[in-house]
């Protein structure tokens, strides 16, 4: 069974850090590329990083310089290292998987989700 569960989420004050987890199956950690999304309340789910199984990635531009996207392969493990937060980084987090070396930014192309993880960050 594919399955993604992220884990790392919180509440923390403006300019902490925190890392956000994903745990992958080893099935769905085949998946070449890995994303992290989230969604604001009233808002859409926007990229936020992404990651291919060789290490290239991509970042969105509200996020550039902040937050850093890794995985480490043999744990089958993505991360999402978030620095400098900002109270416009609250929102649910997701974990994504999809096949292929592209990253892309639509969430639709990703075929495999975890649950969400909830950041609140209060200013």
């Known amino acids: 069974q594919v399955e993604l569960v992220e884990s790392g989420g919180g509440l923390v004050q403006a300019g902490d850090s925190l890392r956000l987890s994903c745990a992958a199956s080893a099935r769905t950690f085949g998946m070449r590329t890995m994303g992290w999304f989230r969604q604001a309340p009233g808002k859409e789910r926007d990229f936020v990083a992404g990651i291919t199984w060789n290490g290239d990635h991509n970042y969105a531009d509200s996020v550039k310089g902040r937050f850093t996207i890794s995985r480490d392969n043999a744990k089958n493990t993505a991360y999402l290292q978030m620095n400098s937060l900002k109270p416009e980084d609250t929102a649910v987090y997701y974990c994504?998987?999809?096949?292929?070396?592209?990253?892309?930014?639509?969430?639709?192309?990703?075929?495999?989700w975890g649950q969400g993880t909830q950041v609140t960050v209060s200013s």
């Open positions: 994504a998987a999809k096949p292929g070396i592209i990253i892309e930014t639509r969430g639709a192309n990703y075929p495999y």
